[in-house]
């Protein structure tokens, strides 16, 4: 008999940089289980989905998956968590089930935990009965490794803020921190794994708090992790943030940020738009345009050079063309080296999808594409800035990886195999080169990969 009966599964991940974390804490624990993992959804008996719901593509793309896994893999029992079925589990409208005989059950995102042990002898009779949570705790996953060389380290879950537009709230609950000393333990275990790069992650990482540990917020934390990692792993390994609110760039937050030795120099802002009229409709009120101007110029004494992302939403509702113009006057004054511009998407449920004055689809899509063409011929200036620097690259696959300032880098002369360990590319540590030229993709022209040669003396 097969030992490996009923015990194959399959995954597949979409959204965030949390879904990607909590799927590999369920990967080890499932092969620490006794599961043997299949790239093919076909030869697998349990398949596990964690979803999105962000936005309406990402149902539609989940629908689609589910309806190709569920063809090429009938009999398995699909398992759907994440977002999506949260959603699907307080209304129909959201994720019509009908639809998708393969669906075994839901699992409430908030309760992942529970998908730990599907290999037991009751694992999944429990699974199929566990209901939403009674209060907001943060899940009891971790991880040794990681799927791709950049690293994700989750320290809060749930938001408590409620913007107008987002579903999160509704569907991950309130917030929840990570213990302190979790935190720093399982960043240290990846560190000595051989992970040259982490990626700090969180739902809303201005959330952050445990007290009894003696963070207040976010910012104590990066500095505990500075004094407790710094002595032994600067210059060796570096984190990376995965997004701020533009209000966590006070005084205070500029401080940790240049007290650090470990945060890559380079910041993803949730800034959503550049009207404080629309941001006050979005409910983000909390910080101004202009105080994220001001933030950027002190950053900058930090940091002289930086990279800068930025997620932004065209055509909410009400935005009128002379605020839409707000935010192109900002995108234009902010030194962004990218952006994910989205076209505002209504979600079942949330404030903003009962509010006046829809933008047309087509027109949210005309102003999305004006900011990327603004922000594309930004990006291609900062690389254009970068050549002849020299610059810490870590390598991910096939001799590609992103330096110090998120710019996307191939670096010649590497190893172009699978490699080793944890790592894909089988190279854990950062390697210096200095840039020579960068190349245009024809097809993505916003996304240039820069071309380097390794440097052995520098």
């Known amino acids: 008999m097969n030992n490996a009966a009923g015990r194959i599964f399959y995954m597949q991940t979409f959204g965030c940089k949390v879904n990607q974390y909590e799927t590999e804490a369920l990967r080890e624990a499932w092969i620490k289980g006794g599961g043997v993992e299949t790239d093919d959804p076909a030869a697998a008996d349990v398949i596990l989905i964690n979803s999105c719901a962000v936005t309406a593509a990402a149902v539609s793309d989940l629908r689609q998956a589910l309806r190709r896994l569920h063809d090429a893999a009938p009999n398995a029992k699909i398992l759907l968590t994440g977002c999506a079925a949260s959603r699907a589990a307080r209304s129909r409208e959201a994720l019509p089930l009908d639809g998708f005989p393969?669906?075994?059950?839901?699992?409430?995102?908030?309760?992942?935990?529970?998908?730990?042990?599907?290999?037991?002898?009751?694992?999944?009779?429990?699974?199929?009965?566990v209901g939403a949570p009674q209060?907001?705790?943060?899940?009891?996953?971790?991880?040794?490794?990681?799927a791709r060389s950049r690293a994700v380290l989750k320290v809060q879950d749930g938001c408590s803020h409620r913007c107008t537009y987002c579903?999160?709230?509704?569907?991950?609950?309130?917030?929840?921190?990570?213990?302190a000393s979790e935190v720093v333990s399982e960043a240290r275990r990846l560190m000595e794994a051989g992970y040259a790069e982490i990626m700090i992650s969180g739902i809303n990482l201005r959330q952050y708090a445990c007290r009894?540990?003696?963070?207040?917020?976010?910012?104590?934390?990066?500095?505990?992790?500075?004094?407790?990692?710094?002595?032994e792993w600067a210059g060796r390994a570096r984190f990376r943030i995965s997004s701020v609110e533009p209000s966590q760039l006070d005084e205070r937050g500029l401080a940790a940020l240049a007290a650090s030795s470990l945060v890559c120099p380079h910041l993803h802002l949730s800034l959503q738009s550049g009207s404080n009229a629309v941001l006050a409709r979005m409910g983000r009120?909390?910080?101004?345009?202009e105080d994220l101007l001001r933030a950027v110029d002190a950053l900058r004494r930090i940091w002289p050079r930086f990279g800068l992302g930025a997620d932004i939403l065209t055509g909410f509702p009400g935005e009128s063309p002379e605020e839409a113009e707000e935010t192109v006057r900002l995108v234009r004054e902010l030194p962004l080296t990218y952006t994910h511009v989205f076209p505002y998407s209504e979600r079942p449920g949330t404030i903003?999808?009962?509010?006046?004055?829809?933008?047309?689809?087509?027109?949210?899509?005309?102003?999305?594409?004006?900011?990327?063409?603004?922000?594309?011929?930004?990006?291609?200036?900062?690389?254009?800035?970068?050549?002849?620097?020299?610059?810490?690259?870590?390598?991910e696959t096939l001799g590609n990886g992103h330096n110090e300032?998120?710019?996307?880098?191939?670096?010649?002369?590497?190893?172009?195999?699978?490699?080793?360990?944890?790592?894909?590319?089988?190279?854990?540590?950062?390697?210096?080169?200095?840039?020579?030229?960068?190349?245009?993709?024809?097809?993505?022209?916003?996304?240039a990969l820069a071309l380097i040669p390794a440097q052995k003396n520098q």
């Not at 529970?114 to 009965?129: I, M, Y």
Request: aromatic share 8%.
């Open 285 to 289: 009120g909390h910080y101004k345009a």
């Open 135 to 146: 209060k907001a705790q943060y899940p009891p996953l971790q991880i040794a490794s990681f």
């Open 352 to 395: 903003a999808a009962a509010m006046p004055g829809a933008v047309p689809v087509p027109e949210r899509k005309r102003r999305a594409a004006r900011l990327r063409e603004i922000v594309g011929e930004k990006r291609r200036n900062f690389l254009e800035s970068l050549v002849g620097v020299p610059s810490l690259v870590a390598l």
């Open 102 to 129: 393969g669906v075994h059950c839901l699992i409430d995102p908030r309760r992942k935990d529970a998908l730990l042990n599907v290999f037991s002898p009751d694992g999944l009779r429990a699974v199929e009965s």
């Open 212 to 231: 009894a540990e003696g963070c207040a917020d976010f910012w104590d934390l990066l500095l505990r992790l500075e004094r407790e990692l710094a002595p």
């Open 405 to 447: 300032w998120y710019a996307p880098c191939r670096v010649e002369g590497e190893p172009k195999s699978a490699g080793q360990g944890f790592c894909p590319c089988g190279l854990s540590a950062l390697k210096r080169a200095r840039w020579s030229s960068f190349l245009r993709e024809e097809e993505h022209p916003v996304s």
């Open 167 to 179: 579903i999160v709230p509704l569907t991950r609950g309130p917030s929840c921190s990570r213990s």
